[in-house]
């Protein structure tokens, strides 16, 4: 190992059984594959030159090193590569300097890196740690890619903690498995985040992800990845993966979906150009929830599977464009979206007007304008003016049924008679109507005139229009007297008259206004 180490070559003890070579089985190695980790730690820290011509690197396969490997505070500058060895005891890096350390589908009992710092890459792909892993403000200066990792939980039921991590590039963390909370919360990724087709669970706990004021320049991918059969013992990028969705699968791979078990929570975070749900599934308790509260992005791609349970929170979010299915959403009581500004809608497959309405009556239990009034917004900037007077009657409706029995009364005359002014062309059926009726009834009348040398001609059509449009005076009414049922057929006229002129001011005011 000491000559690999100077030639930069790998040092190499595993054998031709598959089965026995990897070290996830358990299978006992024996001495002649056991390095002291005091050696390696030697290694690394204190090592000898390099021979002329080459470059010093730690390159193993097949190893079992046994001791705890710590390395804390420590600055490491050769190349570090293992791959399939095996760790008895956990690894110690606790601010720990490297320019690239690669661990590929090794069994770790436990990582220890808070705040270590690397100048290139920090791979992680295929492992198995047992006991959790901890990347506490950690700095890796291009990628982190943890591809295929299962880590199950800690003493404090976390399975990754990275507070405060800083990636400079890319963070890929695709097909992975976690029994534990995934905590990053203020973390900050300097192009993308993937989480294509990784399954996370936390039975133990309200959230399997948890990453509060998060922020990624790029996207953040929860969709779909392909498996592809690769040897295990490849550790050449991207370690077995197949392409990710929107690339057409070769023969032999696998897709998979991402799967969450428990809570998500991505409050207040930055994503600089989009979050993609494609396809994802929620598994939630009641108490739990997919929240996005406050998060700004240019772009959300909500298509995922409709949870069961829990609710999806968007309270609070500044979205560009929302991408949706109406399958997604969830029903009534699972859905909040108070103070939710989005400025475009893009639905995917069917979405008519009535399913976009239930959407919004599955986010207000409790009647609330803000929701339909971002809806009519959106509509009446698309172009769908229809569309956005139907979502304001709407409004009108769901807003009587918080009203005194009086007024709701009232409301249900106007909604009947011309829709809260959405509908205009209603007022003007019923103005036709009236009128005839008035018509009819007052052409089988002859009334006296009030002053016999003072009075028009009698025109029952004029006579029942001048009742009928308030304000203006067509020079019929105030010069005939009316006895009996004939003053009260003149009232109802009169009073229909004001309810359909109010109703239809009330209707040209707000297209003022929208206008």
Same mark, same amino acid.
């Given at each position: ?113 808070? !705040?270590?710092?690397?100048? $290139?890459? /920090?791979? +992680?792909?295929?492992? @198995? ?5 901890? &990347?506490? *403000? =950690? ?117 998979? !979906?991402?799967?969450?078990? $428990?809570? /998500?929570? +991505?409050?207040?975070? @930055? ?5 993609? &749900?494609? *396809? =994802? ?117 769901? !807003? ?116």
């Amino acid at each position: 190992m000491w000559q690999a180490f100077r030639n930069g070559s790998t040092y190499d003890l595993t054998g031709n059984d598959p089965l026995v070579d990897d070290p996830m089985t358990g299978t006992p190695w024996g001495p002649g594959r056991s390095v002291r980790a005091r050696v390696v730690a030697l290694l690394l820290l204190s090592g000898p030159q390099a021979r002329p011509g080459r470059v010093a690197a730690l390159k193993l396969r097949g190893v079992q090193i046994t001791g705890v490997l710590d390395l804390s505070g420590g600055t490491v500058a050769p190349y570090v590569e293992m791959n399939g060895c095996r760790f008895d005891s956990e690894v110690l890096l606790p601010e720990c300097r490297f320019t690239t350390l690669r661990l590929v589908s090794c069994s770790i009992p436990r990582l220890e890196a808070a !705040r270590l710092h690397t100048e $290139g890459d /920090l791979h +992680l792909p295929r492992c @198995r740690i047992a006991g959790g892993m901890r &990347l506490t *403000d =950690a700095q890796i200066g291009t990628d982190l890619l943890i591809n295929q990792i299962v880590v199950h939980r800690d003493r404090r039921g976390l399975a990754i903690a990275a507070d405060g991590l800083s990636v400079a590039q890319d963070l890929q963390a695709e097909l992975i498995e976690t029994h534990g909370e995934i905590r990053l919360r203020g973390a900050k990724v300097g192009v993308s985040l993937s989480l294509r087709g990784s399954r996370l669970s936390n039975p133990y706990g309200r959230r399997a992800l948890n990453a509060p004021q998060l922020t990624v320049e790029r996207s953040m991918y929860l969709t779909p990845a392909g498996l592809t059969s690769q040897s295990y013992g490849n550790a050449t990028p991207p370690y077995g993966l197949g392409p990710g969705l929107g690339s057409t699968p070769a023969r032999g791979v696998r897709m998979q !979906r991402f799967e969450c078990q $428990g809570g /998500l929570r +991505l409050d207040d975070g @930055r994503f600089g150009d989009a979050i993609d &749900l494609q *396809d =994802a599934r929620f598994t939630m308790e009641s108490d739990q929830e997919l929240s996005l509260r406050r998060i700004q992005t240019p772009e959300l791609r909500f298509l995922g599977e409709r949870p069961e349970r829990g609710k999806v929170v968007l309270s609070g979010a500044r979205i560009v464009t929302l991408v949706d299915k109406s399958t997604s959403w969830p029903g009534p009581g699972g859905l909040s979206m108070g103070g939710f500004v989005y400025e475009n809608l893009v639905p995917l497959g069917h979405f008519p007007l009535a399913r976009r309405l239930e959407w919004v009556t599955a986010a207000t239990p409790e009647y609330a304008p803000e929701p339909y009034e971002r809806l009519a917004a959106v509509k009446r900037n698309g172009g769908e003016d229809s569309e956005a007077r139907e979502v304001l009657l709407a409004k009108q409706r769901r !807003r009587r049924e918080t009203l005194p029995p009086a007024a709701r009364l009232w409301g249900v005359v106007q909604d009947w008679t011309v829709a809260y002014g959405y509908r205009p062309g209603r007022a003007a059926l019923w103005m036709a109507v009236l009128w005839a009726a008035g018509t009819l009834a007052f052409g089988r009348y002859d009334p006296e005139p009030i002053k016999a040398d003072e009075h028009p001609q009698w025109s029952a059509p004029l006579f029942a229009l001048d009742l009928l449009v308030p304000v203006i005076n067509l020079g019929q009414d105030g010069y005939w007297r009316l006895e009996g049922g004939w003053q009260w057929a003149s009232a109802c006229l009169i009073l229909l008259g004001w309810v359909l002129a109010t109703t239809v001011a009330a209707g040209a005011s707000r297209l003022l206004r929208r206008g």
